[in-house]
């Protein structure tokens, strides 16, 4: 009982010394949870009164969402966290940066192992106390105004562990960096640095990657931080928000809840050990423990220095050697930096020198693994034998999306369908791409690559390819003619549900834009699949789209599908609903055509700016000129019909074809009569087109040549 009273005694008292952290916390959450419901509600009853929400439904809907969003996995609560993690641990220990109070404590007799446990309590009672009062209020204010549910209670309480576990691991953290050190500027840096760590580290891991390696690729694996809370808290916490039931928001969380806890728990072993080891005379000093002075020095000095040249690098346009020599000098300004910091005296700066001639040796090993390529990275391509199965992304703006249509990235998509067995084609390109540059390709093109190894370990490459070589047809037809390829990068071959719910559904010919009827969205599915099978890369390549389909789904989900003069089945359904138009525009349909020809000629040619080296690049400069340009209007039926066989709708224009094949030195600007029964869109003015390369007639040269209008 009386240990009991004298731990309760010892809490009571505690708290009385921090009334202050009391009153900071419990504003900064009110304000976090309170204040942020508070903007989030006034702004749906606002949107409300305008009449966004049509229908009683949409709003209550609103409300809900905008409960969720303020008080369970709010993206904007990290600053709050770190800080109040920040000021309640260092606050409650800071007795230890005092010799004269660690004397007078010491003198007390107060077991030291409760002294602890008391401050490491009463710290989380303030942070639990005041978030979950804070919490209450904000519920409460939230079911006044009938913005509460089942469901958006279930978000908030799993909100609430997602912070606190994050608050729990920050705590921890700063409590270890206490035990660590002796004063509050070097406790700042500590757990900064513990906080920070391993996400720089990661950053500059991949910074080096990309500049020294050419095939690095973060498309379909990123090398990112396996530890860290806060890039677990930052990457996550808005994906987790965009879920759509609360069983999908617990699956997510909970490993994290897991991960966070155990890291947490470790961190409090940690602290707690040092504590126990810690020397009363460490009050004051820099660190507590100077035998860890020489690795925490190595440890920080290699990557600040690395940063530091990968930065010169950037701005030195990819000067190796100033790049080294600058690595150099930070490691031996930041191991005498850092000297003087645990010190506070500049005659400490060359202290323990073999420690930072380590540091300057490993900077020097770090550097020339990645310059030289030492680990082979760039040289990896794996044994046919070896790879159970590819994917790869040779254009990455392809539409993808879920079974709920949220949104994917292309390397989602084509890693979870993609998977090709023949992988000797691609092994074969990426076994040549070692021995090409591609600023010695005619039109470079680059592809992503997972490799999927049956070893079970998954490697990710990108290299150029190119597009222009005819060595590389036959290849590249036998990766996009597959059937795995056309699954993998078409959303249509895979998606039956989405085509079921088809909103609308549209067929243009770059000027055109004819509505299809949106209950035939199945029916036009099945047409397009069975024209894909003829698709491969030379079709894609020597062929161009005579007009392109716009499907549009729930969920402002849409896609765009190309239509070939080949594509019988799709265009057969075209006719069969009078949609098809040819991509060749009919003269009697137009009321002028204006060109203009910026003259790029006259200045610098536009094709020596197309260089790949960084420093070719800065240089280069290319300037508008405005007045080389001449614009030309049209009327004449007889130019018409010249003009518009050699054209191209700029928004027909695809990935796969060289870019050189229409010329950008020519905008054509096509407007339609007023009275016409062609279905152009109506909402547009005019309609933007190109020339193909060399194809201008000779009365377009002529009447736009330079300062004609002056010579006439």
């Known amino acids: 009982m009386t240990s009991r009273n004298s731990f309760w005694a010892s809490s009571v008292e505690n708290h009385k010394r921090r009334i202050w952290v009391w009153i900071l916390t419990a504003l900064a959450q009110i304000t976090a949870y309170v204040g942020v419901l508070t903007v989030y509600l006034s702004r749906i009853r606002m949107w409300n009164a305008d009449g966004v929400y049509r229908k009683a439904e949409e709003y209550q809907k609103a409300l809900y969402q905008a409960t969720q969003d303020a008080l369970g996995f709010q993206d904007n609560l990290l600053p709050v966290i770190i800080g109040l993690a920040l000021i309640i641990g260092m606050q409650g220990y800071s007795y230890l940066y005092d010799q004269k109070k660690v ?39 939230a079911a006044v105004q009938r913005a509460v549910s089942r469901e958006v209670m279930a978000v908030v309480y799993l909100g609430f562990l997602w912070n606190f576990l994050l608050f729990l691991v920050m705590y921890h953290t700063v409590i270890l960096a206490v035990m660590l050190t002796g004063n509050r500027f070097v406790t700042l840096f500590a757990a900064g640095a513990f906080t920070m760590y391993e996400m720089l580290a990661y950053t500059l891991f991949n910074n080096l990657q990309f500049v020294f390696f050419k095939t690095k690729d973060s498309f379909y694996i990123s090398h990112e931080p396996k530890l860290s809370a806060v890039a677990d808290y930052v990457g996550n916490t808005w994906k987790i928000k965009q879920l759509l039931s609360v069983q999908e928001m617990a699956g ?3 490993p994290f809840y897991v991960k966070w806890f155990l890291t947490a728990a470790a961190l409090m072993a940690a602290a707690w050990l040092c504590y126990r080891r810690r020397p009363s005379e460490a009050a004051g000093k820099s660190m507590a423990f100077p035998a860890m002075e020489s690795a925490i020095k190595v ?44 010190d506070f005296d500049l005659k400490s700066m060359f202290k323990h020198l073999m420690s ?6 490993g900077i020097i090993i770090v550097f020339f693994i990645f310059k030289e ?91 150029y390819i190119d597009f ?4 590389n047809e036959e290849l590249l037809n036998q990766i996009v003619g597959t059937e795995e390829y056309r699954t993998g990068t078409y959303q249509i071959i895979t998606d039956q549900d989405s085509f079921e719910l088809v909103q609308s559904m549209t067929y243009s010919n770059g000027a055109t834009e004819v509505a299809l009827p949106a209950g035939d969205g199945m029916k036009l599915r099945e047409a ?96 508008y000129d405005e007045s080389r340009t001449v614009s030309e209007t049209f009327y004449e039926q007889e130019e018409f019909e010249k003009i518009l066989q050699v054209i191209y709708p700029n928004n027909l224009s695809v990935y796969w074809h060289d870019y050189k094949e229409v010329d950008d030195n020519y905008d054509i600007y096509i407007t339609f009569k007023k009275d016409t029964a062609y279905p152009y869109i109506r909402s547009s003015y005019g309609f933007s087109y190109k020339f ?15 300062n004609s209008k002056d010579e006439e």
């Open 103 to 141: 004397d007078m404590y010491h003198s007390v007799p107060v077991d030291k192992n409760r002294r602890f446990l008391v401050i490491y309590i009463n710290g989380v009672i303030i942070y639990l106390t005041t978030t979950l009062a804070s919490l209450l209020i904000a519920v409460i204010s």
């Open 252 to 254: 997510t969380a909970f």
């Open 299 to 342: 440890v920080i000095v290699i990557p600040a220095a690395i940063g530091l040249g990968m930065w010169v690098n950037s701005a030195g346009y990819g000067n190796t050697t100033l790049t080294l020599v600058t690595m150099i000098a930070g490691g031996v300004i930041g191991s005498a930096a850092m000297e003087v910091l645990y």
């Open 356 to 361: 930072s001639g380590i540091g300057v040796i």
């Open 373 to 463: 390529d030492l680990l082979g990275y760039d040289k990896y391509v794996p044994k046919p034998d070896k790879v159970e199965s590819v994917a790869l992304a040779l254009s990455t703006y392809d539409e993808f999306w879920n079974g709920e249509f949220h949104y994917m990235s292309a390397a989602e998509a084509t890693e979870e369908r993609m998977k090709i067995l023949n992988v000797e084609p691609v092994l074969t390109l990426a076994e040549k791409a070692q021995h090409q540059d591609e600023k010695d390709m005619t039109d470079p093109r680059i592809m992503h690559v997972l490799y999927r190894l049956k070893s079970g370990r998954k490697a990710g490459r990108s290299f």
């Open 468 to 471: 222009a070589d005819p060595t």
């Open 528 to 623: 397009y699949i069975r024209d894909l099978e003829k698709f491969d890369f030379t079709l894609a390549r020597n062929k161009r789209p005579c007009g392109m389909l716009r499907i549009r789904f729930p969920n402002w989900m849409s896609c765009s599908l190309y239509v070939y003069e080949s594509f019988e089945n799709t265009i057969t359904y075209l006719q069969e609903v009078e949609a098809y138009y040819p991509v060749t525009l009919n003269p009697e349909d137009i009321d002028s055509i204006t060109i203009t020809n910026y003259h790029n000629d006259l200045g610098e040619d536009y094709e020596d700016m197309q260089v790949y080296d960084v420093k070719e690049q800065a240089a280069a400069e290319f300037v």
């Open 692 to 706: 193909f390369t060399g194809q201008a007639p000779e009365f377009v040269t002529e009447a736009t040549q330079h």
